[in-house]
T-cell receptor, first 112, second 118 residues
Framework: NAGVTQTPKFQVLKTGQSMTLQCAQD?????MYWYRQDPGMGLRLIYY???????DKGEVPNGYNVSRLNKREFSLRLESAAPSQTSVYFC???????????FGEGSWLTVV | AQSVAQPEDQVNVAEGNPLTVKCTYS??????LFWYVQYPNRGLQFLLK??????LVKGSYGFEAEFNKSQTSFHLKKPSALVSDSALYFC????????????????FGTGTQLKVEL
């Protein structure tokens, strides 16, 4: 029972490099989310997708793009990484009839 | 806009003693309220939620939380703490009736580190 799966788990990038964080869920959920976690700031919503084919900005979308590839997958792309994007990134999903959001195990990203 | 406050960065309690982790919220409509726990280098795990009904909600691992509408609070409690309860706890709110249409978004507090000592 995989739930929400994120890759990679750890990544080090140089400033200006690009990368994509992958996320997939096997719970047939409609809504998917990307959060970042920083010390003392809790979790902040980057982007979310209420259903396949739709995406919306969250609280901190600058410097990121997302793609809802299909119902299962929701990827987060950093086009030109900056040190301020050093963080732990969490993907999450929620079913249409449920209220609970389920999280992946996180991706630790360091930009040097 | 919806918001959550966790006023304590850290709570220390002795094993066997009761624990309380505080949370207050602000929404324009009716709230859905959640507690999550995070162990080191792991994702967030769902503990419990309040949607409607009984103000006292029971969840995983012996935790419970009380919804208080007049005080806009949703404090997490456990009658007898265990060392294994030591973790980072997050309160979250979803505004299901807000004018900003925030019904699909969950807003988190900054987290409270719980330390249970022998």
């Amino acid at each position: 029972n995989a739930g929400v799966t994120q890759t990679p788990k750890f990544q080090v990038l140089k400033t200006g490099q690009s990368m994509t964080l992958q996320c997939a869920q096997d719970m047939n959920h409609n809504s998917m989310y990307w959060y970042r976690q920083d010390p003392g700031m809790g979790l902040r919503l980057i982007y979310y997708s209420a259903s396949e084919g739709t995406t919306d900005k969250g609280e901190v979308p600058n410097g990121y793009n997302v793609s809802r590839l299909n119902k299962r997958e929701f990827s987060l792309r950093l086009e030109s990484a900056a040190p301020s994007q050093t963080s732990v990134y969490f993907c999450a999903s929620r079913g249409s009839s449920g209220n609970t959001i389920y999280f992946g195990e996180g991706s630790w990203l360091t930009v040097v | 806009a919806q918001s959550v406050a966790q006023p304590e960065d850290q709570v220390n309690v002795a094993e066997g003693n009761p624990l309380t982790v505080k949370c207050t919220y602000s929404v324009s409509g009716n709230p859905y309220l959640f507690w999550y726990v995070q162990y080191p280098n792991r994702g967030l795990q769902f503990l419990l939620k309040y949607i409607t009904g009984d103000n006292l909600v029971k969840g995983s691992y012996g935790f419970e939380a009380e919804f208080n509408k007049s005080q806009t609070s949703f404090h997490l409690k456990k009658p007898s703490a265990l060392v294994s309860d030591s973790a980072l706890y997050f309160c979250a709110v979803r505004d299901i009736g807000g004018v900003t249409g925030g019904g699909n978004k969950l807003t988190f507090g900054t987290g409270t580190q719980l330390k249970v000592e022998l």
